[in-house]
Nanobody
């Protein structure tokens, strides 16, 4: 299983970024996938998750209304659209996956088996 994130960068407050996660090496449709972030000195925080098979999505309260998780199942790719970015959104963003048709607990990092290498997002 491989997860490769891309799309991070440095942006000003209020701008947008879209992160991508290319998945390979497994049957994409039978997984729960999530986005997590980690700022220096802080715990890894779940921000969004999606059940690949039926498209159910979950968004953490801290980013609700600004971040949207989506997928392109034809390309085995996961996205995180991040709008109205704030300095507190700064951190390393990780894509994660676990082989199950539900996402629970959806924002606990220990619930996920596979992780990408991360992509840095800096908001100033």
């Amino acid at each position: 299983v491989q997860l490769v994130e891309s799309g991070g960068g440095s942006v000003q407050t209020g701008r947008s970024l879209r992160l991508s996660c290319a998945a390979s090496g497994y049957t994409y449709s039978s997984y729960c996938m999530g986005w997590f972030r980690q700022a220096p000195g802080k715990e890894r925080e779940g921000v969004a998750a999606i059940v690949i098979r039926d498209g159910r999505t979950y968004t953490a309260d801290s980013v609700k209304g600004r971040f949207t998780i989506s997928q392109d199942s034809t390309k085995n790719t996961l996205f995180l659209q991040m709008n109205t970015l704030k300095p507190e959104d700064t951190g390393m963003y990780y894509c994660a996956a676990v082989h199950r048709d539900y996402c629970y607990p959806m924002f606990s990092y220990y619930a996920y088996t596979y992780w990408g290498q991360g992509t840095q997002v800096t908001v100033s």
